[in-house]
């Protein structure tokens, strides 16, 4: 599904589209609107409120908006209508995760994001099969939280398998939002995590999280390592990457490469050049498994300086497709100039290539262009 035409003229969407607090989010309920995780009607309806002068404000919209779909998701689930039950559970988390938003002038409200993950879980629970909240042994005494949502095409065991990685771009609930839809309709399970910026103690960094999920998948879940795929969330770092190399055993990754570890480098060592010292900096470990890595138009990296730097590092590895995002795309529901959702297609696609490569599954195999 797309916006209808025209919505973009929309003046009270325009409105909160060039809202600098509310642009982003405003962006994004956009974007899941294509999957059908709110309504587009309800958005426009929410955006008049919100800009009128006598309106509810933007929190208490989308707040009263959630709520509504709380209580149509609890009459379905006692009438026994499971699909829409389901439905009204991802519309109000989605809700209640607009309402929750630092952005907003009262700040964030811990208490509307509780809700957002509550109605989620009862949305995993309402799935066929269920999905479910697990928690992930890392480091004592912490674990890491996350969304497992299985399918029904395939077994837990020989089935494709995505770990999605929230860092600080993202929640583990935004992006599971933007990403259902294209891992569902390819038949991969789908496992969003949280990974904290910071681990509970010195002993290790946080990239030690991406072992730790690639041991609960492969000893825990029977899942073998040749069926699992990762993506990052498209942050300001390598941490990803780092985790994704420190492991070695993923069919795939989606990730920056490990750029922002060698731009920081390189400043790093521009610097002490300056000032006459001579920098050591230690090699970082390269990525062997095939890697796609994504670049956003809008924050002005120059193509073919990355794909030096790539070569440079990752020497080994001839399997590397460097995309470019967000040159071409228009309309309101992009976010910073992209379209996250097809982004998310091709991505998922690609994905998939490669875990049937690995497999071995070469007829389904369709080559990819651009690589380096």
Wanted: glycine residues 10%; aromatic residues 6%.
């Amino acid at each position: 599904m797309r916006l209808v035409s025209g919505i973009q003229d929309h003046c009270d969407v325009r409105g909160l589209l060039d809202h600098d607090e509310y642009s982003g989010e405003f962006s994004r309920l956009l974007c899941v609107a294509q999957n059908e995780g709110v309504s587009f009607s309800e958005c426009v309806a929410a955006a008049k409120l919100i800009r009128s002068s006598n309106g509810p404000g933007w929190r208490q919209a989308w707040e009263e908006l959630a709520r509504s779909h709380v209580q149509r998701a609890e009459e379905a689930r006692r009438t026994g209508n499971e699909p829409e039950a389901q439905k009204s559970w991802l519309h109000a988390a989605n809700y209640f995760m607009a309402a929750a938003i630092e952005s907003c002038p009262e700040g964030a409200e811990p208490a509307l994001g509780a809700l957002a993950r509550s109605c989620l879980h009862n949305y995993l629970a309402h799935l066929t099969p269920q999905g479910e909240t697990v928690a992930i042994p890392w480091l004592e005494p912490r674990s890491l939280e996350g969304f497992y949502l299985p399918v029904g095409t395939y077994s837990a065991e020989t089935g494709p398998v995505v770990v999605c990685i929230a860092e600080t771009r993202r929640t583990k609930e935004e992006i599971l939002s933007l990403v259902l839809r294209s891992a569902r309709k390819r038949g991969m399970t789908l496992l969003c995590v949280d990974l904290p910026d910071e681990p509970p103690s010195s002993r290790a960094g946080p990239e030690t999280g991406i072992p730790a999920i690639l041991d609960y998948l492969i000893d825990g879940r029977g899942i073998d390592a040749k069926r699992i795929a990762v993506i990052s969330d498209g942050s300001p770092s390598s941490l990803v990457t780092r985790g994704i190399a420190l492991d070695g055993r993923i069919a795939a990754a989606v990730c920056d490469g490990g750029l922002w570890d060698l731009w920081v480098a390189r400043q790093t060592e521009a610097c002490g050049a300056a000032l006459g010292m001579v920098q050591g900096c230690a090699r970082r470990p390269a990525v062997s498994c095939p890697m796609l890595v994504p670049l956003l138009a809008s924050e002005g990296i120059e193509p073919g300086h990355a794909r030096q730097l790539l070569t440079e590092h990752h020497p080994g590895n001839r399997d590397i497709l460097l995309k470019v995002f967000g040159e071409t795309s228009s309309g309101p529901w992009t976010l910073n100039g992209y379209d996250p959702i097809l982004v998310a297609d091709f991505v998922f696609d690609w994905v998939g290539q490669q875990l049937k490569a690995a497999t071995g599954d070469a007829d389904c195999i369709r080559r990819l262009e651009s690589r380096l």
